[in-house]
């Protein structure tokens, strides 16, 4: 079975500009979260999608936003984008939306210059 | 206001040691813990979980020990290997259905 993707994997922006960023579930998994990784904070999550709906959401302010597709692919937006948006930008899928066991994509890293 | 603590930024130990890898938590709610590896360049990578009705769980050369009233897990890799160098999470939930929290991650370097 094929890992979960994301794409692109390097992404290099400017301040105002925004950014849409791509994820692809492993198959049959329905359920995708998001999350930013920063240096000394961990993966802050985003938000998690089931089935086309919003499941649960993070603590970040509405400039960040997704949504999913009826093929479980999933994409991220991020507007007007700042400085500290800078990070590596994770996926994970998961069979239900209990996230048992989370599979991660290898991540997607912006700059924002 | 961090809610799962690793106070080690980093690790290191000799190969064929003991890695013990900490986590601690404040919300006595969390009911499912999870370890996860992360190499660079690339994702994270489920290692094992325990649920709060058990107290350790194992897996090869993998055991988490559950500590509830001192909000307290441990990793345990015993014997440390070279390929075990890498960034380590511990992730908490409190409900089904909720997402993970995750902890900053400990830097483990085995040294040849």
């Known amino acids: 079975k094929a890992g979960v993707t994301q794409t692109p994997r390097y992404l290099i922006k400017t301040r105002g500009q925004q950014v849409t960023l791509s994820c692809s579930p492993i198959?049959?998994?329905?359920?995708v979260s998001w999350y930013q990784q920063t240096p000394g904070q961990g993966l802050q999550f985003l938000f998690e999608y089931f089935s086309e709906t919003q499941r649960n959401k993070g603590n970040f302010p509405g400039r960040f936003s997704g949504r999913q597709f009826s093929n479980s692919r999933s994409e991220m937006n991020v507007s007007t984008l700042e400085l500290g948006d800078s990070a590596l930008y994770l996926c994970a899928s998961s069979s239900t939306t209990g996230l048992e066991t989370q599979y991660f994509g290898p991540g997607t890293r912006l700059l924002v210059l | 206001d961090q809610q799962v603590k690793q106070n080690s930024p980093s690790l290191s130990v000799q190969e064929g040691r003991i890695s013990i890898l900490n986590c601690d938590y404040t919300n006595s709610m969390f009911d499912y813990f999870l370890w996860y590896k992360k190499y660079p360049a690339e994702g994270p990578t489920f290692l094992i979980s325990i649920s709060s009705i058990k107290d350790k769980n194992e897996d090869g050369r993998f055991t988490v020990f559950l500590n509830k009233s001192a909000k307290h897990l441990s990793l345990h890799i015993v014997p440390s290997q070279p390929g075990d160098s890498a960034v380590y999470f511990c992730a908490a939930r409190y409900n089904y259905g909720q997402n993970f929290v995750f902890g900053p991650g400990t830097r483990l370097s085995v040294l040849p």
């Open positions: 198959s049959g998994h329905r359920s």
